[in-house]
């Protein structure tokens, strides 16, 4: 097999002008909570993706649904959280997404759950919430950019311990990993559950998080990265063509 080279993505510098702007953040916090109709001291779950099977909607929403129930088992005293899924189509809602929405209703967590249409603009939404939920299902991610966006702007990531979030996410540093399928349901509402009751445990798995984006994936890194392996083919190319 040929030598492969692994170059990992990064954030755009526009992407981290917003995230390092804190005016900008908090106008954008504001406008985004307000149009969801969420108080300002509510915590906000989110997972951003296309709606589909393969990124875990359906998973997160019965973990999201979960951990209501074990707030209210073991009479926790934790802000009121909600369950936001940016990628929504509401024009062509497939099967898959209808499910979802009867999921919903079905177990009168409407008023925790919010749908929102997909959208190229991810930094509002990012500098709304307070956790990134990457549930992608089988192999995983390969790679979430949304992962680092995400950790960019200093919010803790539960992910699936599969695919690319393993390469980005620190289990118990800069996040919390769970399995995938259906077996990472109830390890994910416990990770929900644990950083809605833990205020400082979120800010760290944050600032942690945002150091290794600082460190590994920012856009020059990537650059740096593509320029080191041509040079290294046209090296081994040059090697080659003199023996």
Known sequence: MPQTYVVHLGNSKELMEVAEDNVA?????????????????????AIINSVSRGKGQDLFLQAFYQALQLIQHEKLKVPRIHAVVVGSDVNAQTKFETQLRDFVVKNTIHDRVHFVNKTLAVAPYLAAIDVLVQNSQGRGECF???????????????????????????DGSTGLLHPA??????????????????AEQRVSMGEKGYGRVKEMFMEHHMAERIAAVLKDVLR????????
């Open 25 to 45: 953040r908090r106008v954008l916090r504001e406008h985004i909570r307000e149009s969801l109709g969420v108080r300002s001291e509510d915590l906000l779950f």
């Open 144 to 170: 979430g950019r949304i992962t680092i966006e995400a950790m960019a702007f200093k919010l803790p990531v539960l992910g699936t311990a599969a695919g690319g979030t393993t390469e980005i996410v620190l």
């Open 236 to 243: 081994k190319s040059q090697e080659h063509s003199r023996s």
């Open 181 to 198: 399928g259906k077996e990472g349901v109830a390890p994910l509402a416990k990770n929900i559950v644990r950083l809605a009751s833990h």
